[in-house]
């Protein structure tokens, strides 16, 4: 099939459901639709076989299959639609990897509903807000969320980048700014989550392997954005995925991954629309989409120099009106096969093909439970609240509590005893 966006998958429903409308008038009796439906759709009571859409969680990944999720699809601009950019890639061997983790994306992790014990991999492309900002949230909730097992993250370092902005060094902040959080959570739940291990890649080497695990091999390319920016290219079971990060077109890109299986590259908006919509500068709006980032028709040559067997496109914001001009620019280029990623777009990956859905995902979710059994380090290691701050506690509340307390014990059969210090 040749390209099939969504714009046009609509339109052509639309064309079948007025043929399926025309054939039903035809039909001089009714009965004979619904059996036709009945044979087609299962029984009215059972589960239907062929789902359109994805519900996370109902299906099993096969042995040989990818699935890969546009958590965050869209831009540093927060908004309610759209996350910034995070993609997580789950392997019929049972690895999962996320891809950046822009501002606005945990939630929407969170959303899948997966034990964080599994995806404890996450590799960062450049250590910008929109691809970065949601990994100290991921890392500090992950106590109260049960993750059980170490956070390994990998982001870029070295070749010439200055030592106070390479990734360690981010890291080594990032739990500096929240040694508050750290200190005061010891001792009152499992706080085991808070290993952290950094990795840190040489972003301007190219095609060099980062990760080697499992079958599961990843690559780092050199990108052209400012300088500390990596492209990734993800191998595994004869499957290929490219995932750009940001970047302008460029030669490693182009050599690495031709005819890759899924190729997931930035394309950001035209000079025009980011002037009206996010109301750049002419200079500004010129500047950002032809200097630092692809924007479509960059995106389109860079797809028609590599020809993947199925292309996505995404940071930019997604709309009913931007989605036309940025098809037709990009159509104007190339022809081959691309979606324009919306937050929870969905891609099974295999060797046959890839298919598209969307995900329809639980908006009051919780956290899942937690692979092992969890435990507080009881003794001296709690954290004390100071007398002085206690002081404040009104005694008249001891009876609340004590009543808490003495139900509790009898539902769980415990006996925990109130005391707001050890
Ligand atoms: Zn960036
Ligand atoms: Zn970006």
């Given at each position: ?248 077109p ?17 394309c950001f908006f035209t000079p ?17 989409v032809t200097?630092?980032?692809s924007n479509p028709q960059y995106f389109a040559k860079v797809m028609a ?21 940025i098809?037709d620019a990009v159509q104007e280029i190339y ?88």
């Amino acid at each position: 099939m040749k390209t099939m966006t969504l714009y046009r998958q609509t339109a052509r429903v639309m064309k079948l459901a007025i043929v399926a409308f025309a054939a039903t008038a035809l039909l001089s009796t009714g009965v004979c639709v619904n059996n036709a439906l009945a044979k087609k759709g299962g029984s009215p009571t059972g589960a239907y076989s062929d789902q359109s859409v994805y519900y996370p969680g109902t299906e099993e990944l096969a042995p040989d299959e990818m699935r890969v999720i546009a958590v965050g699809s869209g831009m540093p601009m927060p908004r309610l639609k759209q996350a910034a950019a995070c993609f997580l890639i789950e392997l019929g061997n049972g690895d999962k990897f996320i891809f950046d983790m822009g501002n606005g994306s945990f939630e929407r992790i969170h959303a899948l509903g997966i034990s964080l014990d599994y995806l404890d991999k996450v590799f960062i492309t450049h250590p910008h807000m929109d691809h970065m900002a949601d990994l100290a949230t991921f890392y500090m909730t992950g106590p109260q969320n049960n993750r059980s097992v170490p956070l390994r993250v990998w982001g870029p370092g070295g070749g010439g980048m200055r030592s106070e902005w390479s990734f360690k060094t981010s890291m080594d902040h990032m739990e500096k700014t929240w040694a508050w959080m750290k200190g005061t959570l010891a001792g009152l739940i499992d706080t085991t989550a808070f290993k952290l291990e950094v990795t840190e890649y040489d972003w301007t080497k190219v095609n060099n392997i980062i990760y080697e695990d499992n079958g599961v091999v990843i690559r780092s390319l050199p990108a052209i954005h400012l300088e500390g920016t990596a492209s990734f290219i993800l191998e595994w079971n004869g499957l290929k995925l490219a995932f750009s990060g940001d970047t302008l077109p460029n030669k490693w890109w182009i050599e690495h991954t031709q005819g890759v299986d899924i190729s997931i590259h930035e394309c950001f908006f035209t000079p025009a629309m980011a002037m009206e919509k996010w109301k750049f500068s002419s200079m500004e709006a010129i500047n950002a989409v032809t200097t630092v980032h692809s924007n479509p028709q960059y995106f389109a040559k860079v797809m028609a120099m590599t020809n993947p067997k199925h292309a996505v496109a995404y940071h930019f914001q997604n709309d009913f009106d931007t989605l036309p001009i940025i098809m037709d620019a990009v159509q104007e280029i190339y022809d081959g096969p691309v979606d324009y990623a919306q937050d929870f777009m969905v891609w099974n990956v295999t060797k046959e093909g890839t298919r598209t859905r969307m995900a329809v995902v639980n908006p009051e979710g919780y956290p899942p439970a937690p692979l092992e059994e969890k435990s507080i380090e009881a003794g001296g290691d709690r954290y004390q609240t100071p007398d002085s701050v206690l002081a404040g506690w009104p005694k008249e509340f001891d009876a609340v509590a004590e009543k808490i307390y003495t139900d509790f014990n009898k539902e769980q059969g415990t006996d925990y005893k109130f005391q707001l210090k050890k």
